[in-house]
């Protein structure tokens, strides 16, 4: 389904004002390409997740429920400890982005254009 007339010049304008705002884009790009994941953990992980998979074919071939069971969880484990995050804090929000109620000019833009957007379409029903 096309765009209308008015949809092509928003989506213009949100292109022009994304290029501009370079400290948004540099924002994006340094939360994408941050290494989030540890190399230990990976490592750990890994040979964790081996072990488990030894001891899961292990209980499975001598017919030992119980140890192929445990062979799964120590499998499970390792995969879990591999794709943990580095530290084991938790992020909230993105790196250099302002704490508390402030809105950066791009932000505050779009949301002034979204609900004029809406007092237009409710004022021309």
Same mark, same amino acid.
């Given at each position: 389904?096309?765009?209308?007339?008015?949809? %092509?010049?928003?989506?213009? %304008?949100?292109?022009?004002? *994304?290029?501009?705002?370079?400290?948004?884009?540099?924002?994006?790009?340094?939360?994408?390409?941050?290494?989030?994941?540890?190399?230990?953990? *990976?490592? *750990?992980?890994?040979?964790? +997740?081996?072990?488990?998979? +030894?001891?899961?074919?292990?209980?499975?071939?001598?017919?030992?429920?119980?140890?192929?069971?445990?062979? #799964?969880?120590?499998?499970?484990?390792?995969?879990?400890?591999? *794709?943990?995050?580095?530290?084991?804090?938790?992020?909230? +929000?993105?790196? +250099?982005?302002?704490?508390?109620? %402030?809105?950066?000019? #791009?932000?505050?833009?779009?949301?002034?254009?979204?609900?004029?957007?809406?007092?237009?379409?409710?004022?021309?029903?």
């Amino acid at each position: 389904m096309p765009l209308s007339e008015h949809e %092509q010049r928003l989506l213009e %304008q949100l292109e022009k004002q *994304l290029h501009e705002d370079h400290r948004f884009a540099s924002t994006m790009k340094s939360a994408s390409t941050a290494g989030n994941y540890s190399t230990r953990n *990976l490592a *750990l992980g890994a040979l964790t +997740g081996i072990v488990g998979l +030894g001891v899961l074919i292990y209980g499975v071939s001598s017919q030992l429920i119980l140890i192929g069971v445990l062979g #799964f969880i120590v499998m499970f484990a390792g995969v879990y400890l591999a *794709l943990s995050r580095r530290g084991g804090t938790k992020k909230t +929000g993105l790196p +250099g982005a302002p704490k508390g109620p %402030q809105k950066s000019g #791009f932000m505050s833009d779009l949301e002034n254009k979204w609900e004029q957007r809406k007092r237009d379409e409710h004022g021309s029903s």
